[in-house]
């Protein structure tokens, strides 16, 4: 009798712990699943968004170019036929730019006469203000280049399609910069 004693003793626990965690981890999944599923409707909703801003601004076929100058590096798409719209960094170039900046930018369009032939779209990185400027211009002239090789002289009489080489020097070791010297003192 001692010995049916301690077999019903050893299979009683075991059935109560199995029936606690089965009631334990049921919610808990449920509840995780809840947290992923909203998590997902959030990023397709967030995704959605630059894209929908994207196929307004653009038509079919584009031309790709890079403009750079310093550190900046502009990449430029010229859409054709187009209403001559810039958009840079997802933003209308009126927005971005001043006047100034903005004739700056429209200078090989200019130049050769087909301001309002082209759609472009921009993606500009590194560098100031001025470098960036530079850079989309030289990235437009490129995509124009690539479009019609006959505008060739007329964009490399104005110096266009020329990358400006000037770039920051470095800094040397024992200067303070690239050639400021610490001040020389005789004792």
Request: proline share 5%.
């Amino acid at each position: 009798m001692s010995e049916d004693k301690k077999v019903t003793k050893k299979v009683s626990p075991k059935k109560e712990t199995v029936k606690k965690t089965v009631a334990k981890k049921a919610p808990v999944k449920k509840v995780v699943e809840k947290k992923v599923v909203e998590k997902k409707e959030k990023v397709s909703t967030a995704t959605k968004k630059p894209t929908t801003v994207k196929k307004e601004a653009t038509s079919s076929k584009f031309i790709q170019a890079i403009g750079r100058r310093k550190t900046a590096v502009a990449q430029v798409r010229l859409y054709f036929p187009g209403k001559g719209g810039i958009i840079i960094n997802d933003k209308e170039a009126s927005d971005v730019l001043l006047d100034d900046n903005l004739n700056v930018v429209l200078q090989p369009l200019k130049a050769c006469s087909k301001i309002d032939s082209f759609d472009f779209t921009v993606i500009v990185k590194g560098g100031g203000t001025a470098s960036q400027i530079e850079a989309i211009r030289h990235g437009i002239s490129r995509a124009l280049l690539k479009y019609d090789p006959e505008l060739k002289t007329t964009l490399k009489v104005n110096g266009y399609l020329t990358r400006d080489p000037r770039k920051k020097e470095r800094k040397k070791p024992g200067l303070k910069k690239a050639r400021k010297a610490p001040q020389w003192s005789k004792r």
